[in-house]
């Protein structure tokens, strides 16, 4: 099942982060594994704002954070807990925050990705996502400032991908 997050549900979030991402280790991105996990004060925002769902299978194994900005609801962290991967939850947290986009005053969908691994850009190309360069008219300034480098994430710009959905 999947329903919005309450305050109940964040100090379960970071765990299910951190155990989403050993999914990273052993891959160009392994720092990943080890990395920190979101903040808590964006957490609290997307329960504030109706912008954070949860996957719920008798307690939370996964969650989706996205923002509202200018039209766009912005998707900043797909999670799902490992031993829950492969169930289905995360392309339902997907179309969940598809299905509450207008809702949110949004018509179109973006995300950052890695462009390499062959699980993650195809699963988001799979339900109506398809990259584009940050440089292209439709993407605000803004959104393409997020695939600059970033301090300390260690994140290659190279690999960083930008998906788009319409709705």
């Known amino acids: 099942m999947i329903r919005l997050a309450t305050p109940d549900d964040l100090p379960l ?15 160009a991105v392994a720092h990943l594994a080890e990395g920190a996990t ?26 989706l954070l996205a923002a509202a900005t200018a039209g766009w609801l912005h998707i900043q962290e797909l999670s799902v807990a490992h031993a829950a991967q492969g169930g289905g939850h995360g392309g339902a947290l997907l179309a969940a925050a598809i299905a509450a986009a207008p809702g949110l005053g949004c018509v179109r ?17 799979r339900r109506g996502f398809v990259a584009v360069a940050a440089d292209e008219a439709l ?27 319409s709705l």
């Open 109 to 125: 969908l973006s995300l950052i990705t890695d462009r390499l691994l062959p699980w993650n850009a195809p699963f988001y190309a």
């Open 38 to 63: 979101t903040p808590p004060d964006l957490l609290a925002m997307g329960v504030r704002s109706g912008s954070l769902w949860v996957a719920d299978a008798g307690g939370p194994v996964g969650f």
């Open 13 to 27: 979030l970071p765990g299910i982060e951190a155990s989403a991402a050993q999914l990273f280790a052993g891959t």
């Open 139 to 165: 993407v605000p300034p803004w959104l393409a400032a997020k695939l600059l480098p970033q301090p300390g994430d260690g994140l290659d710009p190279a690999r960083r991908c930008l998906m788009v959905r």
